[in-house]
């Protein structure tokens, strides 16, 4: 799946995950979460997915 180029200038979050680190999904418990990832947990884009809550 290709999104707009536009998805990459939104800032990107990095969350550090304990549990994550302790069965070995993320390197250093430490996770990378775009709005291309926020578009695929919610299937479209819109001002909701956007928008702060």
Not at 22 to 51: K, N, Q, W
Request: aromatic share 12%; glycine share 12%; hydrophobic share 40%.
């Amino acid at each position: 799946m290709t999104f707009p180029s536009f998805y990459d200038a939104a800032p990107r979050l990095v969350l550090r995950d304990p549990l994550s680190e302790f069965l070995g999904a993320a390197e250093g418990g430490l996770i990378h979460y775009g709005y291309a990832d926020a578009v695929r947990l919610a299937g479209h884009s819109c001002p909701t997915v956007a928008g702060p809550t």
